[in-house]
């Protein structure tokens, strides 16, 4: 079984750049490196308070062991360090998600 990570995205297509936000980020691309597939989903906690740690448990349920970001707050690291999620900081602007996918496949 592969690994599923969870990118932060700005748009709702691969070719949309990643959101440098974790909570507040717009939508969330999951994608599973075992099966080579990814689905984009809108965020529903982006408007909300707490909207990072809401995310986290969002994610859990898709199987999400992975989440590839640009930054996180305090308490999200200390959860995700807890749920004993990889976290993945990109602080790069202006990259793709089809290229995040690359590399994560090579």
């Not at 909207?51 to 590839?68: A, D, M, R, T």
């Not at 999200?76 to 496949?105: A, N, Y």
């Amino acid at each position: 079984m592969g690994k599923i990570f969870a990118i932060t995205s700005s748009g709702k297509t691969e070719k949309s750049f990643m959101d440098l936000r974790f909570g507040k980020c717009e939508n969330i691309v999951i994608f599973n490196a075992g099966k080579n597939e990814f689905s984009i989903k809108e965020n529903p906690f982006k408007d909300t308070g707490n909207s990072g740690i809401q995310l986290v448990g969002y994610l859990k349920e898709f199987g999400v062991s992975s989440i590839i970001t640009g930054e996180i707050g305090p308490k999200v690291s200390s959860l995700l360090e807890t749920e004993k999620f990889q976290l993945i900081l990109l602080p790069e602007e202006r990259i793709k998600i089809e290229e995040i996918i690359e590399r994560i496949k090579s």
